[in-house]
């Protein structure tokens, strides 16, 4: 674990991706992979970073088919992640980015106690918004097992959530119909129903784990509840734009200049 722990940090501080490190913790070893995780998450907190939240990843079943895994994964969103509808974000900032289009949940309460089912994760949401992942990869090629990504923060880079706020009561997420956009060119398109069926299906789900994993989700934090259609890569000029049938749009650059 520490071998790997040491591969991944010094992949982020030098900006180069480094190679696999499935070699180190193997390529499914879900406890391995999550002490990985929570190890550099102590590090980025010890150095001041604030945890804001978590993003699940592997909500497509063609995702989950790909990594030979059959369930999601999750990631921790720090406060430097974000950034704001418009926002161009600097080169270099995420590893070999890629952009996909989700709906993104903030929390009025914790969800720490209780079944944690559908009904009290519902009314736990204060409101969904529309957003943009820009995943990232410290791993060379995005040459990734379930391991690799659950050890890497579930591949996280950058978020940047949309301006229009929407409660449950005036929106279902399972019904969102999405397009996004790279420089105009339609890329990508979905519906909430290909986020594990509901995309707040994937916050019970996510709920759940934290739990087990003794680090339950906590009232202001943000959920980014997985992809609604294909990830695309993204170069430096390049601008996205994702469309969300009810929630609206949200925007954001990549700077120009050399990225890893």
């Known amino acids: 674990m520490v071998a790997a722990f040491e ?4 992949a982020a501080a030098s900006g180069v991706p480094c190679a696999p490190v499935r070699d180190l913790i193997g390529r499914d070893d879900l406890a391995a992979a999550y002490a990985v995780q929570a190890a550099l998450t102590e590090a980025r907190v010890a150095a001041g970073a604030r945890i804001a939240g978590r993003k699940i990843g592997l909500t497509s079943e063609a995702v989950q088919r790909q990594l030979g895994v059959d369930q999601p994964d999750f990631g921790i969103l720090f406060d430097d992640m974000a950034y704001a509808d418009g926002d161009v974000i600097p080169a270099g900032r995420v590893l070999q980015p890629r952009a996909e289009a989700e709906i993104a949940f903030v929390l009025r309460s ?10 009290q994760v519902r009314d ?12 990232g990869s410290r ?9 690799d990504t659950v050890a890497d923060n579930a591949s996280s880079g950058a978020y940047v959530l949309g301006t229009e706020r929407r ?3 005036a929106i279902e997420p399972v019904d969102v119909a999405m397009s996004m956009t790279v420089n105009g060119a339609e890329v990508s398109t979905g519906t909430g129903a290909a986020c594990m069926g509901d995309p707040v299906e994937a916050v019970v789900w996510l709920a759940r784990m934290a739990r087990d994993l003794g680090e339950p ?8 509840s ?12 390049d601008t996205v734009t994702a469309a969300l049938s009810g929630l609206g749009t949200v925007t954001v650059g990549f700077a120009e200049g050399a990225t890893a």
């Open 167 to 169: 409660t449950l009561d």
């Open 7 to 10: 591969r991944l940090t010094q």
């Open 226 to 237: 997985g992809a609604l259609g294909p990830m695309r890569p993204v170069a430096p000029g």
């Open 124 to 135: 736990a949401i204060a409101y969904a918004v529309a957003a943009l992942e820009v995943c």
């Open 217 to 224: 989700l906590r009232a202001g934090q943000v959920v980014l």
């Open 110 to 119: 914790d969800l720490a106690e209780g079944p944690l089912d559908t009904a």
């Open 139 to 147: 791993i060379a090629g995005w040459d990734i097992s379930f391991g």
